[in-house]
């Protein structure tokens, strides 16, 4: 347990042979708010993050989420993503009767684009610029900045090519 409360994880890089934090080590609650305070964007329609750590920051997102809103996650390590479903309550981001979509594995661009075209297509703007976990710039750092990548190619184009209201209000 961490010093503040909640879980506190970390996940070995056998690249770096380091361990790497999933979230704070002193207080994960309270920093996934301060994160959240910083991060959210009233305005956007789409909310884009990379990596899902322990879940404190997509649990605190998807409280604050509005109905016009969609958070959309992306995380290649579905180890990761298991060890949150141990660590904390992440029922608010699977079960929400908001708008959440969740893209996991190898393959989660490309699922992603699919959901891009099929469902944002009236919804292209505003997009907030993509928030990821502190992890991920350094644990599997290529294939997180592969990802961070396409997933900003995919806005640029979706950002672009059509308008800007969003289906849901």
Same mark, same amino acid.
């Given at each position: 347990?961490?010093?503040?409360? /909640? @879980? ?5 890089? +056998?690249? $770096?042979?380091?361990?790497?934090? !999933?979230? %704070? ?23 884009? /993050? @990379? ?5 404190? +920051?997509? $649990?605190?997102?998807?409280?604050? !989420?509005? %109905? ?23 029922? /608010? ?6 708008? +959440? ?69």
């Amino acid at each position: 347990p961490a010093r503040g409360g /909640g @879980l506190y994880g970390q996940i070995w890089d +056998v690249m $770096t042979q380091k361990w790497i934090a !999933l979230c %704070a080590s002193s207080d994960p609650l309270g920093e996934a708010r301060q994160n959240v305070d910083a991060l959210y964007e009233e305005n956007t329609c789409v909310l884009p /993050g @990379l990596g899902f750590g322990l879940g404190y +920051v997509p $649990t605190e997102m998807v409280a604050r !989420l509005q %109905a016009h809103q969609t958070l959309v996650l992306y995380e290649p390590n579905v180890a990761i993503f298991r060890v949150a479903l141990s660590a904390i309550d992440i029922a /608010g981001v699977l079960n929400s009767e908001k708008h +959440v979509e969740l893209f996991l594995g190898d393959d989660a661009c490309l699922s992603a684009e699919a959901w891009w075209l099929a469902h944002i297509s009236s919804c292209k703007q505003p997009i907030a610029v993509p928030f990821r976990h502190g992890y991920c710039a350094h644990y599997r750092r290529e294939t997180y900045q592969d990802y961070l990548t396409h997933i900003v190619q995919m806005m640029r184009y979706h950002a672009t090519v059509w308008g800007v209201t969003c289906p849901w209000e």
